[in-house]
């Protein structure tokens, strides 16, 4: 995530870039996104409007973090969704909410795009739907399976990372991260069981990127204990919020 990529502009202090592997995999799902359209332009503005969404998803995060006193200043889009690099205060309240400001954006999109429908559709002079009606109706779905996606109770998933941060007012810190990586493991293998079952290479990566992020979150917590063990004060790595579509 740190390599590899290419830069393409800062808001609000805060660096986007892109990595090269987002080329390779438009360049096979493109061809199915134009199809969709009777102007092929319609399916790739899809495709971008896509990581759009996903781009200021990420940025919820990151200003959340920041309104908290925490560090933000990277986002990076790939493949799989995106990725925001921050660092809250090591509290609970602080931690939770620059996880939360994420999927509430998705919230806070819902109604905007279905206004935006209903001004397409009223246009609509055929019974045949439109590129543009289609496109609207096309980035609707994609909003709202995004936003129920990521808030299933996984680990790194903001949802697994929210559980994590309820987790924290009883437990604390460490026990939190451990019991929220032990649920992401979980959940991680029953999705890579589905994908492998249902022939999809693509949720076997998926699941693979899962399983890997939880077993980080895993070994981070054992190291965490160690430190606090030998006295050494613990500065955990910062949370990367995932998003992966």
């Known amino acids: 995530m740190r390599t590899g990529v290419i830069r393409l502009f800062r808001f609000a202090g805060i660096d986007v870039y892109l990595h090269f592997t987002w080329f390779l995999v438009a360049a096979i799902f493109m061809t199915d996104y134009m199809r969709r359209y009777q102007s092929p332009i319609w399916g790739v503005l899809e495709y971008i409007s896509l ?7 990420e940025f919820g995060h990151a200003l959340a973090c920041r309104q908290v006193g925490g560090v933000a200043n990277r986002i990076v889009l790939w493949p799989l969704g995106g990725v925001a690099f921050v660092n809250p205060p090591r509290r609970p309240g602080a931690y939770l909410w620059s996880i939360a400001a994420g999927p509430l954006v998705n919230v806070a999109l819902i109604p905007i795009l279905a206004v935006a429908g209903n001004l397409v559709s009223q246009s609509e002079n055929s019974l045949a739907p439109t590129d543009a009606y289609r496109f609207i109706t096309d ?6 399976w995004l936003l129920i996606f990521n808030m299933l109770p996984v680990f790194p998933l903001d949802g697994g990372q929210i559980v994590r941060g309820l987790l924290w007012f009883p437990f604390g810190e460490i ?5 929220s990586s032990v649920i992401g493991l979980i959940g991680g293998a029953i999705l890579g069981i589905v994908g492998l079952m249902a022939g999809s290479v693509w949720w076997a990566v998926l699941a693979f990127f899962l399983l890997s992020r939880a077993w980080y979150g895993w070994q981070e917590a054992k190291a965490m204990i160690a430190a606090s063990k030998m006295g050494i004060p613990i500065s955990p790595s910062p949370a990367a919020p995932e998003n992966p579509r």
């Open 139 to 144: 980035l609707r779905y994609i909003n709202f």
């Open 175 to 179: 026990r939190s991260l451990q019991i």
């Open 51 to 57: 990581f759009v969404i996903v781009l200021i998803h």
